[in-house]
């Protein structure tokens, strides 16, 4: 069934698979007998393609929401936007955020009054469906969400910034004040693109800003069918060089009709929070969408110092440490999958991991989570 449900998906012209689903969960922060309180029931829609179909939407939110609660940074982004001074007019344009910002201290259980088992996201998809978004369509995953979600956060604090920029125009200095202190996404870096003419030698850069870096997983091939891959080596190749044509060389294209170029992706401004998306959609030769099960190895701690832009420049690869925050797994084949989240909490100083699989959750080992098969991956700069 779920088969069919890729195919429809991709007939609606979405770009990734829709995989992230049923899995979306509250997480009693504490001790496991705080667990009492977290609805247990549920348990029909778990693996039926039905539950997907029907409700994978508010899956996909609550799996990204999830994966976001626990990375303090993004959190405390949150709250900042909220919190700077200003008119009503400023904060009312401010649902979104406002409403996520509630949503992370509601399965944190934070706070003070509301439980998780007593809340739901309408109001937060509400608000997101006022600014053009449909959630109600079945082709959105967690990754989707993701994005969805960032683009929103952005037009809001642009028209915050608008709003308080009008309003006090006879405090200038206050205005820029208010418009500089709101920095912008934890989860936004930027790949820089370097391209080398093979001709002449020319060197170029452009930067483009991400939230979550998407990878694409190798082409399937028997010769090596039985690789073991895992995030560096992905991220390695993804951020490799290659060679591409059909760009113009603005030193020496009036001379040579045929040019090459060397491009070299890396990360320029790095994020700190790192959300890695593993590319999982994929076509058999029969033209018929697959998910790839390719076991994926990842680490607690992920150095990306080989892909930092000014230390490929400088050839001194001084390490850039990430630490794992949250997973996203996908379980099953296409044609029947479950979907978990592993997360960290947000909250304590301990090193705690819960597995969250509907409403249930429980608390994980470590070791569990890395033997998980990674759909998404939620990384948080180590200071
Ligand atoms: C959940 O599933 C288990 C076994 O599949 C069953 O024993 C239990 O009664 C179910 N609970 C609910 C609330 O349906
Ligand atoms: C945002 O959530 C935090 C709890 O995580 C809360 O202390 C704060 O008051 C909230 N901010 C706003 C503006 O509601
Ligand atoms: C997702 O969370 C909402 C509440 O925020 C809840 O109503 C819904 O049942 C959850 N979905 C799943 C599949 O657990
Ligand atoms: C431009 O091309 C010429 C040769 O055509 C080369 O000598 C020169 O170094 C190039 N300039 C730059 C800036 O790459
Ligand atoms: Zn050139």
């Known amino acids: ?26 997480v009693a922060i504490g001790e496991p007998d705080n667990f009492q309180n977290v609805k247990k029931s549920k348990n029909k829609s778990r693996n039926k393609l039905a539950g997907l179909v029907n409700e994978g939407n508010t899956c996909f939110i609550n799996t990204t929401l999830q994966a976001l609660a626990s990375c ?24 979104t955020t406002s409403s996520l910002n509630l949503t992370m201290a509601v399965i944190n259980n934070q706070h003070p009054t509301i439980s998780a088992d007593l809340f739901n996201t309408r109001q937060l998809i509400q608000s997101l469906e006022k600014h053009g978004w449909n959630l109600k369509s079945e082709e959105q995953d967690a990754h989707e969400f993701f994005n969805m979600l960032f683009t929103t956060i952005d037009e809001e604090i642009n028209k915050k910034s608008k709003i308080v920029k009008g309003i006090s125009i006879d405090d ?63 991220l390695k190749q993804f951020l490799a060089a290659e060679t591409v044509g059909e760009v113009q060389c603005d030193n020496c294209s009036v001379t040579n009709g045929k040019i090459v170029f060397m491009k070299q992706l890396s990360l320029g401004k790095l994020p700190q929070c790192l959300c890695l998306h593993i590319q999982r959609c ?8 697959t998910k790839r099960q390719d076991l994926v190895k990842f680490s607690e701690e992920l150095n990306v110092g080989n892909v930092v832009y000014t230390n490929r420049l400088s050839g001194n690869l001084k390490p850039v440490t990430y630490r794992l925050r949250a997973v996203v797994e996908h379980l099953g084949m296409a044609d029947s999958g479950h979907f978990v989240t592993f997360r960290r909490n947000a909250v304590d100083g301990r090193a705690k991991w819960f597995y ?23 990384y948080e700069r180590c200071a």
Request: aromatic content about 12%; some cysteine; proline content about 4%.
């Open 282 to 289: 994929d076509w058999t030769n029969a033209g018929q969408l």
């Open 1 to 26: 069934m779920l088969k069919s449900f890729l195919r429809q998906y991709w007939l609606t012209g979405a770009a990734t698979i829709a995989v992230v689903a049923s899995a979306a969960y509250y």
């Open 72 to 95: 303090p940074i993004f959190i405390w982004w949150i709250d900042s936007i909220l919190e700077k001074p200003s008119s009503d007019a400023a904060g009312n344009c401010l649902e």
């Open 356 to 378: 969250t699989s509907d409403t249930y959750i429980r608390t994980a080992t470590l070791e569990e989570v890395l033997k998980s098969s990674p759909y998404m991956l939620f």
């Open 172 to 234: 200038e200095q206050d205005t820029t004040t208010v418009c500089q202190s709101i920095s912008s996404s934890p989860f936004r870096g930027n790949l820089a693109s370097q391209l080398c003419c093979l001709t002449c030698g020319h060197k170029s850069v452009r930067y483009d800003a991400f939230e979550c870096l998407s990878i694409p997983l190798p082409k399937l091939d028997m010769r090596n069918a039985f690789t073991m891959l895992n995030v560096q080596g992905l």
